[in-house]
């Protein structure tokens, strides 16, 4: 694998732990939290990117092909949660920039992963050869 394949599936795994284990966590312990339905999907969000998470490091770790599929699923999650506490949580005037740019940046991240979890799990590169 060349080196900057190999920065990337470090970094996503990295970055897919941490989320995992921090969503777990902050899952369980924000569960009780009354609220609106809102604040409570966030919460239930939280909870599933850690699981999405955990699961996605595990696939990418044995680069299975599945990882694919469970990494675009946390980084769906992974997007909507920033969007939906801003607006459960924030003041009544919630900026909508705010909101924008927290989901923009949870995306940008999500397809950095997802992008690495393709390029590590699929079978064969993708060379240009001459042979027939």
């Given amino acids: 694998m060349p080196i900057t394949r190999r920065i990337a599936w470090i970094l ?3 970055l897919l732990v941490v989320t995992g284990g ?3 966590r902050e899952g369980i312990t924000e569960r009780s939290n009354g609220g609106t339905a809102l604040q409570k999907s966030v919460t239930i969000g939280v909870f599933l990117y850690g699981v999405l998470g955990l ?22 999650v992974i997007t909507y949660v920033p ?7 924030g003041g009544e005037p919630t900026p909508v920039g705010s909101v924008i740019a927290a989901s923009g940046v949870t995306g940008l991240l999500a397809l950095g992963v997802i992008w690495s979890a393709h ?10 050869s001459t042979a027939r």
């Fill in 55 to 76: 699961a996605s490091a595990y696939g990418l770790f044995r680069r299975r092909t599945w990882s694919v599929g469970t990494a675009i699923a946390w980084g769906l």
């Fill in 22 to 24: 921090l969503g777990i």
């Fill in 83 to 89: 969007a939906a506490a801003i607006i459960g949580f």
């Fill in 12 to 14: 996503s795994l990295g």
């Fill in 119 to 128: 390029m590590v799990t699929r079978d064969k590169p993708e060379i240009a």
